[in-house]
């Protein structure tokens, strides 16, 4: 059974930083593209970033390009978000999940964590 | 940026009734559209991908089709665990883009 576990979130405040940790169980994760999908409270899924299986391939939403950094440790079965300068419109639940494609990632986005909320406040 | 409107907003059903919801993308996808389900507190679930095929253990009462620019999500006969939040979301151009939703509840 593939199972996602996010951890790293809690209130932060603007202009701050916060690193995100997503753990991976029950398949082969280096063989796996994987992203970020957030959810301000109350509104919609925005995606956030993508990162191919060795990390070869690296997309970023514009909302976050300059700010976010994706990154992955296969040895460690683990998938990071490093959050930087901080926003209030940063605000929501960060979904990891696991894409259908290995290399490249295709940005679909089949399995799911809970999620973990990052609150940015003064 | 391909923008999905997604309509209705809304949609009120009795248990048991036929739903049917829209999408329509702003530039061509080909089939390149994914549909997910959410409940409140819940992480997301793919329903369907590839515009038509259903993900591994959702029900058969689900049905996607619709290609290019339209899109249909079709629940054929309501039960009590499908009233959720159901996005659309496609995979065609960066960035990925998600529909604002249709909320599915009980009439």
């Known amino acids: 059974e593939v199972q996602l576990v996010e951890s790293g979130g809690g209130l932060v405040k603007p202009g701050g930083s916060l690193r995100l940790s997503c753990v991976a169980s029950?398949?082969?994760?280096?063989?796996?593209?994987m992203n970020w999908v957030r959810q301000a409270p109350g509104k919609g899924l925005e995606w956030v970033s993508s990162?191919?299986?060795?990390?070869?391939?690296?997309y970023y939403a514009d909302s976050v390009k300059g700010r976010f950094t994706i990154s992955r440790d296969n040895a460690k079965n683990s998938l990071y978000l490093q959050m930087s300068s901080l926003r209030g419109e940063d605000t929501g639940v960060y979904y990891c999940?696991?894409?259908?494609?290995?290399?490249?990632?295709?940005?679909?986005?089949?399995?799911w964590g809970q999620g973990t909320l990052v609150t940015v406040s003064s | 940026e391909i923008v999905l409107t997604q309509s209705p907003a809304t949609l009120s059903v009795s248990p048991g009734e036929r739903a049917t919801l829209s999408c329509r993308a702003s530039q061509s996808l080909t089939s390149n559209l994914a549909w997910y389900q959410q409940k409140p507190g819940q992480a997301p679930r793919l329903l369907i991908y590839?515009?038509?095929t259903r993900a591994t253990g959702i029900p058969v009462r689900f049905s996607g089709s619709g290609s290019g620019t339209e899109f249909t999500l079709t629940i054929s006969s309501l039960q009590s665990e499908d009233f959720a939040i159901y996005y659309c979301q496609q995979y065609n151009n960066w960035p990925r883009t998600f529909g604002q939703g249709t909320k599915v509840e009980i009439k």
């Open positions: 999940a696991r894409d259908p494609l290995r290399w490249d990632p295709w940005g679909r986005f089949d399995d």
């Open positions: 990162i191919g299986g060795s990390s070869g391939y690296i």
């Open positions: 590839g515009a038509s």
């Open positions: 029950g398949f082969t994760f280096s063989t796996y593209s």
